[in-house]
């Protein structure tokens, strides 16, 4: 069937039905009619999931796997085994991604997302066996490739794979972040400042042991992480619908995750109680509230950055970030911190998507939890931003921290604060003496303690000195 689009071109369709009728779909689309409706229904947040490779190469393991487990119970004959396995691995080397065009945010508990990835399968498979688009009487989306499944478990065991993929990028470029902060922090090791706590003037420190204090406030995240993505790795392939394996052959599931460990190398389990299994979202629950607890430190890193840097002239003035774009359109010479405010919204997005999971996994009732969709698109944002926003923290902003060494150890010398540090060498009546006299002139502790003869220059300066802010002496 032929049609004429607003550019008064040609474009060829074809007739495809469902339960609800016929429906035209592009000649040339490898999707089918499910996808089709799910393209004219779900028009929302304008991603797709072809802006996610994983996923879609997480579901061809997902049909690849289940395609060799029927074929080997011999279920599905030699020619369509040969084809699908063919176009799963296909998908799997990046082709056909295009044909995966369906919104992210969508009803139906994943089914589109399941008949999206069986059409395209079935489609292709057809042309490895010399037959058209649509004659699904050869292969059909989901007499065989949707063999032994239901969107209840190939969905939500493809996308916890497709978590599992992305975490290792995520964590690569969280342990290069962290890298480049210990840098900074040996590069800073010899850089006396002041220590705060309530935004007030505290003890002396390092500007070496702040950047090394960032990394490792982070490097718990890590592990955190790698806990987290492990409660990723039990699915429920072989569930079908709700759990009891109504319609897969004795000995499929156990079959089918062996299949998916052979094919990934991953550690994949099943699930013990299946009917359990289909509508918990527990891990989900817990791998999103990992990606919180590093938004939430990470912002706050950011938080001290800005302050740090804050300035030139009425500030605290501690550091320099590069500086990235004009500050304002009215103000000349002002250069703001634009990257990590960018990195604390990213982070805001994240903890707010984690309240989203958080709603959405509530949400569930009986054996399924229907909104398994946002909990995906969530989780995906907030590892894609995260892992983004990383990289431009420290390519633009970490790796190029400067700190003004003068000007802190200045500020040390003005403070109230060095006075705790003196106080075991000059006993705390005489401390709190200095302190008072210090906030009543305004002159700095280091001036005073000279002016009292309390300690000379030479002593003073060792008590000062960074190596003796690095440990209890």
């Not at 409706?37 to 072809?50: A, C, E, F, H, Q």
């Not at 190939?154 to 690569?172: D, H, K, Q, T």
């Not at 840098?183 to 800073?188: L, W």
């Not at 299949?259 to 099943?270: A, D, I, Q, S």
Request: charged share 20%; glycine share 8%; aromatic share 6%.
């Amino acid at each position: 069937m032929n049609t004429t689009n607003g550019n008064s071109k040609q474009q060829a369709f074809r007739l495809e039905s469902d339960l609800l009728g016929e429906l035209r779909v592009p000649a040339e689309a490898y999707y089918g009619v499910q996808t089709q409706r799910g393209i004219d229904n779900y028009k929302v947040s304008n991603l797709k999931m072809s802006d996610f490779p994983e996923y879609i190469i997480a579901m061809a393991y997902i049909k690849l796997a289940a395609v060799e487990a029927n074929h080997e119970l011999g279920i599905i004959n030699d020619a369509i085994y040969a084809a699908i396995a063919q176009a799963c691995h296909e998908l799997i080397e990046g082709k056909m991604h295009d044909q995966f065009p369906t919104d992210m945010v969508q009803g139906g508990a994943g089914t589109t997302v399941n008949m999206n990835a069986n059409e395209v399968i079935a489609n292709r498979a057809l042309e490895i066996m010399g037959h058209n688009r649509g004659e699904y009487q050869f292969c059909s989306p989901n007499d065989h490739v949707n063999c032994a499944q239901s969107t209840n478990d190939a969905y939500p065991s493809a996308f916890r794979y497709a978590f599992i993929r992305m975490n290792r990028g995520l964590v690569e470029e969280l342990k290069n972040l962290i890298a480049s902060l210990r840098k900074k922090g040996d590069e800073f090791n010899d850089s006396l400042k002041m220590g705060r706590t309530q935004l007030q003037d505290a003890v002396p420190m390092t500007s070496g042991q702040e950047f090394h204090a960032f990394a490792n406030n982070l490097e718990e995240e890590v592990a955190n992480l790698d806990r987290n993505i492990k409660l990723l790795y039990e699915i429920n392939m072989g569930g079908t619908a709700i759990g009891t394996g109504l319609n897969a052959a004795a000995g499929y599931a156990e079959l089918c995750i062996r299949k998916m460990c052979e094919l990934t190398g991953e550690p994949f389990e099943l699930a013990s109680d299946l009917v359990e299994a289909t509508p918990d979202t527990g891990a989900y629950v817990s791998y999103s509230a990992s990606l919180k607890r590093l938004a939430v430190k990470l912002s706050k890193t950011c938080n001290d950055l800005r302050l740090m840097a804050s300035g030139p002239r009425c500030g605290l003035h501690e550091i320099n970030l590069p500086p990235m774009a004009p500050g304002s359109s009215i103000m000349p010479g002002k250069v703001n911190p634009v990257i990590p405010e960018v990195t604390n919204q990213v982070c805001f997005k994240v903890i707010g998507n984690d309240t989203a999971v958080t709603f959405a996994a509530e949400a569930g009732q009986l054996q399924l939890n229907v909104m398994e969709p946002i909990i995906t698109e969530c989780i995906f944002e907030s590892i894609t931003w995260l892992r983004n926003v990383m990289k431009i923290l420290r390519e633009k902003c970490i790796d190029g921290i400067t700190v003004n060494r003068e000007h802190n150890e200045k500020m040390v010398k003005q403070s109230i604060g060095i006075v705790t540090a003196l106080n075991p060498v000059i006993g705390y009546k005489a401390s709190t003496k200095i302190a008072k006299e210090a906030l009543e002139t305004g002159k700095g502790v280091y001036d005073l303690v000279l002016e009292h003869g309390l300690l000379s220059k030479e002593q003073l300066d060792k008590l000062l000195d960074p190596e003796n802010m690095l440990a209890a002496h």
